[in-house]
């Protein structure tokens, strides 16, 4: 890890658990085993657990309960001086302009660019969507700048 630099862990906490309805004890984590394969071997974790587990390791920048595919909690290690919340960029030109004309994607997207909550593609950015679907020409992995940013 770079100096500064920061892991992305996921996890499967309670409400995850609760799901698939996995009661995880006191200790604040619990391994199920369903079989053999590598996806019927899971461990349920709570965020306490997180905390006194991996944050004598790394500092914990951030902890989100249900965060990736509706289904993992993502959570964020590392030594940064200040982490700075993260705001989408403002969408392109171009990208506004794909949109007027694609009223398919108004189920999916709102005006800014943020995927509705109600949506199947909740967890895309519809700049993400444009750079999976060949919209632009040169994709940017960089989504997100720092708040204070001007340009």
Request: aromatic share 8%.
């Amino acid at each position: 890890m770079r100096p500064n630099g920061l892991i992305l862990l996921t996890a499967l906490g309670p409400e995850f658990a609760s799901r698939e309805q996995v009661e995880i004890p006191a200790e604040g984590i619990i391994h199920v085993s369903r079989g053999e394969a590598f996806n019927a071997q899971l461990t349920y974790q709570t965020s306490e657990y997180c905390m006194e587990a991996w944050a004598p390791i790394l500092p914990i920048q951030v902890h989100e309960a249900l965060a990736l595919n509706n289904a993992h909690d993502i959570v964020i290690l590392g030594h940064r001086p200040s982490v700075r919340p993260l705001v989408p960029k403002p969408l392109p030109d171009s990208l506004k302009e794909v949109y007027a004309r694609r009223v398919d994607l108004h189920v999916h997207f709102l005006s800014d660019g943020q995927a509705r909550q109600d949506s199947m593609w909740r967890n895309l950015s519809l700049e993400v969507w444009a750079m999976l679907n060949g919209w632009m020409e040169e994709p940017s992995l960089s989504l997100y700048m720092p708040l204070g940013h001007v340009g």
